[in-house]
């Protein structure tokens, strides 16, 4: 006998794929995004491409944008001089670009660019969704429409509530999607027993205070007569200062300073122990890397610790206290055991809570939300 159909889930499914098919977000990204949240951007875009859903990118000029793949249905470059207080100007004419695109949605990615948001959801009279990736002061200051932007997306708890308690008439608005990344099938760290360990840093280069009891932790390690090599890899103001320091140290032989390399993640997973030297506060998508591949993370306790659960995720050390940070790292490459356990929780963990399938349903339920919470004129 002839199997019977469920044509009960058929409409459904119809009705479904008809609602993906009349989304058209328009993505409106910054600097940061492009280059250290790569990997993130590039999930997204193909987790649209895989649902087919035609997506617009907004970025500004002078990027790298090979590596972010598949290629959107259209780009545009906004402003058209890489200069702040450009942001502003051209507006119009950027509005008049998307028009042809014909989005039914707006996603700014970064606070950075809630302005120009804004500005972009009044002209062309369309809802919009603002993600916040940190514990910045001048959140409160943001540009918000409070008629327009109907969700407000965080990456962790920790910046949920920090969001909730600077925007509190936003409060009911704000909504936690994790980022999501694809687990490695082992771990990474002290794989390979005939070779160097390797210890990789991934930390902005603002100043050189940062990195000093990291440097002298490093030091110390070395003086015992242990071998193992150190990238930094960030980019910022700080950097030429930080060659002198590594110089003056007498760790040139030891320390390798790069900037941020595309694609970084390949950098990440070479190292068998990933360290944060300081408190972040803005999700780290290098720690959330690093814990996927399958590296060991040492990391500073005291900002958007989501990603740190001491013992189980990752070894923590205090802000400051280069004898814990030397403590921690001498753990770490002393006990391979003990490091190879710690990765393989971490990538549990990932896996557990920060699928990238999740995030992509999560990201176009939210789409869809905004389309049917907010009244506004569709495009013919």
């Not at 603002?206 to 980019?235: W, Y």
Request: aromatic share 6%; with cysteine; proline share 7%.
């Amino acid at each position: 006998m002839e199997p019977q159909r469920d044509i009960t889930s058929e409409p459904t499914c119809s009705a479904a794929a008809a609602v993906r098919k009349s989304l058209r977000p328009a993505l409106i990204v910054s600097t940061r995004n492009v280059t250290e949240h790569t990997t993130f951007l590039r999930q997204l875009l193909v987790g649209m491409a895989d649902e087919s859903i035609a997506v617009a990118l907004v970025c500004p000029p002078g990027l790298d944008l090979e590596s972010v793949a598949p290629a959107p249905a259209a780009m545009f470059t906004h402003p058209l001089i890489d200069f702040s207080p450009m942001e502003h100007v051209g507006v119009e004419r950027l509005a008049a670009q998307l028009e042809k695109f014909r989005p039914t949605v707006l996603h700014c990615l970064c606070e950075r660019r809630a302005g120009l948001a804004r500005r972009l959801a009044r002209r062309l009279d369309m809802p919009y969704v603002l993600m916040i990736n940190s514990l910045a002061k001048r959140i409160r200051r943001l540009s918000i429409s409070s008629r327009r932007c109907v969700r407000i997306i965080t990456p962790a708890e920790t910046i949920r509530a920090h969001v909730a308690k600077s925007l509190p008439r936003f409060a009911d608005r704000i909504a936690q999607i994790n980022l999501g990344s694809f687990v490695s099938g082992d771990a990474m760290c002290f794989s390979t027993p005939s070779r160097l360990p390797s210890i990789v840093v991934a930390h902005p280069l603002r100043r050189v205070s940062e990195f000093a009891n990291f440097l002298q932790a490093v030091k110390s390690l070395r003086t015992d007569s242990r071998e193992f090599m150190v990238v930094i890899m960030g980019n910022g103001p700080a950097e030429h200062n930080l060659r002198k320091l590594v110089v003056a140290m007498d760790l040139s032989d030891v320390v390798t300073i790069v900037p941020i390399l595309n694609p970084w993640r390949s950098v990440v997973a070479a190292g068998d122990i990933f360290v944060q030297p300081q408190p972040l506060r803005a999700f780290s998508v290098f720690l959330l890397e690093a814990m996927a591949v399958g590296t060991a993370v040492a990391a500073c306790w005291g900002g958007v610790d989501d990603l740190l659960i001491p013992n189980q995720t990752a070894l923590t050390f205090e802000a400051g206290n280069e004898p814990s940070i030397r403590q921690t790292l001498r753990q770490l490459l002393d006990d391979h055991d003990c490091a190879r356990r710690l990765a393989a929780t971490a990538q549990e963990h990932i896996r557990a809570r920060y699928s990238v399938s999740a995030m992509i349903s999560a990201t176009l339920r939210t789409y869809r939300d905004a389309q049917q919470q907010v009244r506004l004129q569709p495009y013919p």
